[in-house]
Every structure is written in structure tokens, then in C-alpha cells.
T-cell receptor, first 112, second 111 residues
Framework: DAGVIQSPRHEVTEMGQEVTLRCKPI?????LFWYRQTMMRGLELLIY????????DSGMPEDRFSAKMPNASFSTLKIQPSEPRDSAVYFC??????????FGPGTRLTVL | KQEVTQIPAALSVPEGENLVLNCSFT??????LQWFRQDPGKGLTSLLL?????REQTSGRLNASLDKSSGRSTLYIAASQPGDSATYLC??????????FGTGTSLTVIP
């Protein structure tokens, strides 16, 4: 299996622009997670989906952040409008029935 | 809220030494605990998963233990190698898929 796939790997944008991050989980996995990692706050869970349904989005920092999972093989995390404080590495992860969680390589986002 | 602490924040050892990394959590009502390693600029790689009913798990030179009642887990690395240099994170999973990560221990193994 190719593992969890994320795109783009790097994104540089200007404040106020819309940013869309993409994730393809491992086939057969029924849970998908979006995380954000910064030096100051470490790794934080933003939202997770189970069977394509958002279960807990309490970690989403603001209304500027939204996530969707239209099908079992694709999810997006959108930031609109982006701000410099959103600069971080965003990870997507997936697992099956609370088993071992597998992470993607991450998207490094820089908002100028 | 679950608090997960990893001590020390950084560790430097000579090659060949055995070492122990520590992870503490405040709420013992966990579903499982997972140890990851993270190389610079990369994602997290799962090392070991311990279910709440288990006491330990082993994989090669790695052994992870779990003591739920005291809120502790340790990761033992035998005969350390320079390739083991990375940041090691523990993550506690509670029911409802709530995940809490520690801040990690940065390990350097000196050849």
C-alpha cells in the first residue's frame, strides 16, 4: 500500500488567501484524522472522521477552518482566509477500528 | 483534559547503550497508547501500539510497557544505533477517538 498520501507537500501563500490541503487515507481504513504541528503547541488533533462522517471537530481553531470527507478515499482541510499564525505542518492520519494509526508525510504551510 | 508529558525533552547517548524514554499521562481511562518516531521534516512512524489491557509490546530492539494505574509508559531501546536518532512521541487514545500527544523526546545517538 502507498500509505497515507497528502498534497501539496509544501504551500506558500499570502495572508487572506484560501488554502486547501488534501489527503488520501489508506484503503480500508475507516477513520481519518487531521493534525497540526507547531513548535509552540506540538501536535494537536483538529478533527476526525469515522466512516466519512465528522465526529469531533472541537480541535478546529476557528470558523476559518473547515474539513470535508466526501468519500472513503479523500478528505480536504480548507483555511479561508489564511493568516500567518496558521503556518504549521498539517498531518493527515488514518486507521481502522482504533488500531495502529498511520500518518502521511505532512503539508508544510507558510502564510506570509 | 488528558495531559501527556515526556521526560526528558532531549537525550544524548553513545552508540550501543540501552536507554529508556518515559511517557506520563494524567487520566488512566485510556483505550490504547502508541509510540511513534519522527525524523526531521518527516511524518510520524508508528513503532508500537499497546492496548489498555496489555502490559507490554515488543518489536525487535524496542520494548514498550504500560502501567495504566500509575499513568506511565516506557519505551526501552536496546543497543542503540545512530539510526535511532529521532524524536520519539507517545500518544494516548481515549474512547471516542480523542488523541493526546506528548511533546516528545529528541534522541541523539553518538557514533
Amino acid at each position: 500500500d502507498a500509505g497515507v498520501i497528502q498534497s501539496p507537500r509544501h504551500e506558500v501563500t499570502e495572508m487572506g488567501q484560501e488554502v486547501t490541503l488534501r489527503c488520501k487515507p489508506i484503503s480500508g481504513h475507516n477513520s481519518l484524522f487531521w493534525y497540526r504541528q507547531t513548535m509552540m503547541r506540538g501536535l494537536e488533533l483538529l478533527i476526525y472522521f469515522n466512516n466519512n462522517v465528522p465526529i469531533d471537530d472541537s480541535g478546529m481553531p476557528e470558523d476559518r477552518f473547515s474539513a470535508k470527507m466526501p468519500n472513503a478515499s479523500f478528505s480536504t482541510l480548507k483555511i479561508q482566509p489564511s493568516e500567518p499564525r496558521d503556518s504549521a505542518v498539517y498531518f493527515c492520519a488514518s486507521d481502522r477500528n482504533t488500531d495502529t494509526q498511520y500518518f502521511g508525510p505532512g503539508t508544510r504551510l507558510t502564510v506570509l | 483534559k488528558q495531559e501527556v508529558t515526556q521526560i526528558p525533552a532531549a537525550l544524548s547517548v553513545p552508540e550501543g547503550e540501552n536507554l529508556v524514554l518515559n511517557c506520563s499521562f494524567t487520566d488512566s481511562a485510556i483505550y490504547n497508547l502508541q509510540w511513534f518516531r519522527q525524523d526531521p521534516g518527516k511524518g510520524l512512524t508508528s513503532l508500537l501500539l499497546i492496548q489498555s489491557s496489555q502490559r507490554e509490546q515488543t518489536s525487535g530492539r524496542l520494548n514498550a510497557s504500560l502501567d495504566k494505574s500509575s499513568g506511565r509508559s516506557t519505551l526501552y531501546i536496546a543497543a542503540s544505533q545512530p539510526g535511532d536518532s529521532a524524536t520519539y512521541l507517545c500518544a494516548v487514545r481515549r474512547t471516542g477517538n480523542q488523541f493526546y500527544f506528548g511533546t516528545g523526546t529528541s534522541l541523539t545517538v553518538i557514533p
